[in-house]
């Protein structure tokens, strides 16, 4: 649990088999309805009372590491590998950049992450594939996240591709769209930047 803003991810819900609160995350818990088994950071955005029953990792405020990325490698320590961050978007760029590049991370240590909120949702796949359940009314967009992409290929999606490269410089992978019961996205070499965008209605007096 990051800590973003709580308006963007109301509608989530979701469960673990270990919960952690990275600061401000710890209000997203209490929303949430999860009671968190370690509570980690600065608690430079939060400053309120923790239940004195839980776990804390205090981390220092001049640190290399994120708050929600020491959270993550925690859990790695702990030999967890599938993992799903709430309240992870929003607020400042800066923090949502820096969880979009945590995806990326996980890749790279063998895990694999999910950021969920409730019009965006991110994935990453290293040298490998990934399958994302159909979802109606959502934009479907891939990103080459570091270096060339090779050997990409997009199928059951309305804007296929087959063996192609994608570079961070070319956003050709922009907003495609579901086709069948589940798009299939795959990288030969390469970590791919997946991420699922809610339909914006247009405002008709707009």
């Known amino acids: 649990m990051a800590g973003g803003p709580l308006s963007l991810c109301d509608q989530v819900r979701v469960s673990g088999d270990f919960v952690i609160a990275c600061d401000a995350g710890y209000t997203a818990c209490a929303q949430l309805g999860l009671r968190p088994d370690l509570v980690v950071g600065d608690f430079d955005s939060y400053g309120g009372p923790v239940d004195p029953s839980l776990p804390v990792s205090r981390m220092p405020a001049e640190k290399d590491d994120t708050d929600t990325l020491a959270g993550l490698k925690l859990g ?90 994608l570079t961070p410089s070319f956003p050709i992978g922009v907003s495609n769209e579901f086709c069948g019961e589940a798009a299939r996205i795959s990288v030969k070499r390469g970590t791919l930047l997946i991420v699922a965008s809610k339909e914006r209605l247009q405002n008709p007096a707009g």
């Open 76 to 165: 790695l320590a702990r030999g967890y590998r599938d993992f799903v961050m709430v309240a992870a978007f929003g607020g400042r760029l800066d923090h949502t950049i820096a969880n979009l590049q945590a995806l990326v991370f996980l890749c790279e240590n063998g895990a694999r992450g999910t950021i969920l909120s409730n019009d965006n949702q991110a994935w990453a796949v290293r040298n490998g594939s990934i399958e994302i359940e159909r979802m109606d009314g959502w934009h479907l967009s891939v990103f080459a996240a570091d270096g060339p992409c090779e050997g990409v290929t997009l199928e059951h999606v309305a804007y296929p591709l087959r063996d192609a490269v």
